[in-house]
């Protein structure tokens, strides 16, 4: 008898490359990437700074005798300060009198004490704690005071979850390569539900920030590991398509995000609404299957062959009596982080590659966050700015398979690194203007964030194609956990600072895409020699 071995993707031909069962398992997967964007910048809302000043108990009293309104009460013990947007008053400093023993009455009140007697007063820093400028809401910045001198600690809550993401997506990619796709997906779930109820009830900012690190390391292993378990359910050639799918479910989060926090008045409870989503999906265990193609991998070829043969019926397919002989069309043999710098050109994607991913993350997150400190109508904004990428996925399913690679993602970097450099020298009086060119920005780097994808699995070999992916990948959460400093820190310098940083790291990174070959039409690559040597 001569013995046929058969791969997956041979038995995917008969079976349906993606019929009913694979279309069910992707609805279900991508409802699970759509709560990672709540995660991933929610802190526009749940880490929202209000407008503040300093509290001041003698004024209280003050402006009860004398029916003073707000704002002019403010005028009275607030110091102007030169900030980045002109002269304000402090939001750090208050005047240092005791306003019920000053020789003040409500009458000479009213005739505005001169500027050269303001001047004299002491100040002192915030003692008595703010007051803020967010009726009926609160943010963890207001709760836990994290303005002035603590302003830096809501970077830090931002950063952490960022390393949180890298150490998660690490190890939770090694389980999945050792223990299964599925086990690893429902456990991070567990983890994410855990730590994601435990940050909606930390009573104190340390232990907001540790839960905070614990729920990034489950929530982005889990989202990956959809990610691939989704890839390798359907035939080869719908990969891509279902790649820039369960990416579009996690727009369709970030939309959806916006509408939550303007509904839910309080921090905890938006992450709560985060969260139950992660307590629902435990309930996969009953309706996604492993990947047949990992089971192989580990010579469990019985358990794929029963998983494939619901598969095929589900699909109403028949499947021929070669199943039986179903083999793991992958190599054993796996490769270790030299391979990835050892050779020439593969040394080159991977620095390229890297510093893509890294771009793509500090631009796109730092353009998202940026939102937050604008001062306009956050909700609306960010809806807005949301809405963008949705031609962004399309623009990729047009040009990719039509144009090729290469271009279209040199020239969304490009587009969003000069978007980004213009939006910075648009004055404030041409707001719309500054809006639409933001969102441009937004678009060309949503691209270039979903092209960066499979351009990096295109471009290594098979053996070390996933760890290629991961490493370059890391890169990511490293661009993460640097913008909230990058984005929050330099905008007290100047508003617009951060846009200028963002646009030249777009841009150069568009220019190094231009050094990469184009992989359109060309089959994946098995060896090394393939790469080093692609004339032979």
């Not at 020789?103 to 004490?113: A, F, G, K, P, S």
């Amino acid at each position: 008898i001569t013995f046929i071995m058969t791969t997956f993707d041979d038995i995917l031909e008969e079976a349906g490359k993606f019929g009913r069962f694979q279309k069910r398992i992707f609805a279900l997967l991508c409802m699970a990437s759509m709560p990672f964007a709540g995660v991933y910048v929610g802190v526009v809302f749940q880490g929202f700074t209000p407008d503040h000043w300093c509290h001041d108990p003698g004024l209280e009293q003050l402006r009860e005798n004398c029916g003073l309104p707000l704002e002019k009460a403010r005028r009275l013990i607030l110091p102007l300060v030169n900030s980045s947007a002109g002269v304000l008053p402090s939001q750090c400093q208050r005047y240092d009198v005791d306003w019920n023993f000053t020789d003040l009455t409500c009458e000479n009140l009213d005739r505005d004490i001169t500027e050269a007697q303001r001047a004299a007063w002491p100040t002192t820093s915030c003692k008595n704690g703010w007051e803020y400028d967010y009726e009926g809401r609160e943010s963890f910045v207001t709760e836990f005071d994290l303005v002035c001198t603590d302003a830096w600690l809501v970077d830090v809550l931002q950063a952490i979850l960022g390393v949180g993401f890298l150490v998660g997506s690490v190890c939770i990619g090694f389980l999945a390569d050792k223990f299964g796709r599925k086990v690893s997906f429902l456990v991070s779930n567990v983890l994410s539900a855990l730590t994601g109820i435990l940050v909606a009830i930390s009573p104190n900012y340390i232990s907001l920030v540790v839960f905070r690190a614990l729920h990034g390391f489950g929530v982005k292993g889990g989202w990956m590991v959809a990610y691939v378990l989704i890839t390798e359910l359907v035939g080869v050639e719908y990969r891509r398509v279902v790649g820039v799918f369960f990416q579009m479910a996690f727009s369709c989060g970030i939309i959806v995000l916006p509408l939550v926090a303007y509904l839910i008045p309080n921090w905890r409870w938006i992450q709560v609404a985060f969260t139950l989503p992660y307590i629902i999906f435990m309930s996969y265990y009953w309706f996604v299957p492993e990947s047949p193609r990992w089971l192989l991998s580990q010579n469990n070829s019985s358990k794929a062959v029963e998983i494939t043969e619901a598969l095929a019926k589900e699909n109403k397919k028949t499947l021929s009596k070669n199943i039986k002989t179903l083999k793991d069309d992958a190599h054993s043999a796996s490769g270790s982080f030299m391979d990835l710098i050892r050779t020439p050109n593969i040394r080159k994607y991977t620095l390229i590659l890297s510093f893509n991913w890294f771009t793509s993350a500090v631009v796109y997150q730092g353009l998202i966050m940026r939102l937050g400190i604008l001062g306009g109508n956050v909700y609306i904004d960010f809806l807005i700015s949301g809405l963008v990428e949705f031609p962004a996925a399309f623009l990729i399913l047009f040009t990719i398979e039509r144009i090729g690679r290469r271009l279209p993602f040199a020239t969304a970097n490009i587009v969003s690194g000069a978007a980004c450099l213009i939006t910075a020298f648009i004055p404030e009086s041409l707001l719309w203007l500054k809006t639409v060119m933001a969102c441009v920005g937004r678009l060309g780097i949503s691209m270039a964030f979903e092209i960066v994808m499979f351009v990096n699995t295109e471009l290594y070999p098979t053996f070390i194609r996933n760890l290629g992916v991961s490493v370059c990948c890391t890169l990511c959460d490293i661009g993460g956990i640097v913008v909230p400093f990058l984005l929050y820190r330099l905008a007290v310098i100047w508003l617009e600072l951060p846009l200028i940083i963002f646009g030249v790291l777009a841009v150069i990174a568009g220019g190094l895409v231009l050094l990469l070959p184009e992989t359109k039409g060309v089959p994946l690559p098995e060896t090394i020699d393939d790469i080093e040597l692609p004339n032979r």
